[in-house]
C-alpha cells in the first residue's frame, strides 16, 4: 500500500470525507485529496498530525513497517487493538487466547 492508500483506508473506517478531515485538520482539501491521490506527500508536522489524528503511527502511514513486527497483518491487528476500549482490549485478548488453545487443541 501506499500513503495516499493508507489515508483513504483510514478515512473510510472512520466514513469521513476528505473535506471533513481538512477542516478539522484546517488543511486545504486540493492539498488533502492530493495525498490521497497519491500525488503529494505531507511534511513532517502535517504527517505528524494525521497520525496523531487516526491515532495510528506515521511508519502506518508511511506504509513503513519494523523489523520487529513481521507482518502487515501483526500491524493491523495492533492498529485496530489501540482502536478498542480498555473493556473490548480485554475481550479481544481473551477471544485470542480461546483462538491460540483451538489452534494448540487441533495440533495435538
Same mark, same amino acid.
Given at each position: 500500500?501506499?500513503?495516499?492508500? !493508507?489515508?483513504?483506508?483510514?478515512?473510510?473506517?472512520?466514513?469521513?470525507?476528505?473535506?471533513?478531515?481538512?477542516?478539522?485538520?484546517?488543511?486545504?482539501?486540493?492539498?488533502?485529496?492530493?495525498?490521497?491521490? !497519491?500525488?503529494?506527500?505531507?511534511?513532517?508536522?502535517?504527517?505528524?498530525?494525521?497520525?496523531?489524528?487516526?491515532?495510528?503511527?506515521?511508519?502506518?502511514?508511511?506504509?513503513?513497517?519494523?523489523?520487529?513486527?513481521?507482518?502487515?497483518?501483526? !500491524?493491523?491487528?495492533?492498529?485496530?487493538?489501540?482502536?478498542?476500549?480498555?473493556?473490548?482490549?480485554?475481550?479481544?485478548?481473551?477471544?485470542?487466547?480461546?483462538?491460540?488453545?483451538?489452534?494448540? !487443541?487441533?495440533?495435538?
Amino acid at each position: 500500500m501506499s500513503f495516499g492508500n !493508507n489515508l483513504r483506508k483510514l478515512l473510510e473506517e472512520r466514513d469521513m470525507t476528505q473535506k471533513e478531515l481538512a477542516k478539522q485538520l484546517n488543511i486545504a482539501p486540493s492539498t488533502l485529496g492530493s495525498y490521497v491521490q !497519491n500525488a503529494r506527500e505531507p511534511d513532517f508536522a502535517t504527517l505528524i498530525l494525521l497520525a496523531d489524528f487516526f491515532d495510528v503511527s506515521t511508519d502506518y502511514l508511511l506504509d513503513h513497517y519494523e523489523k520487529r513486527i513481521s507482518s502487515q497483518k501483526e !500491524n493491523e491487528l495492533l492498529r485496530v487493538f489501540r482502536s478498542l476500549t480498555e473493556e473490548q482490549q480485554h475481550i479481544c485478548i481473551e477471544q485470542c487466547k480461546v483462538l491460540m488453545q483451538s489452534s494448540y !487443541n487441533k495440533k495435538k
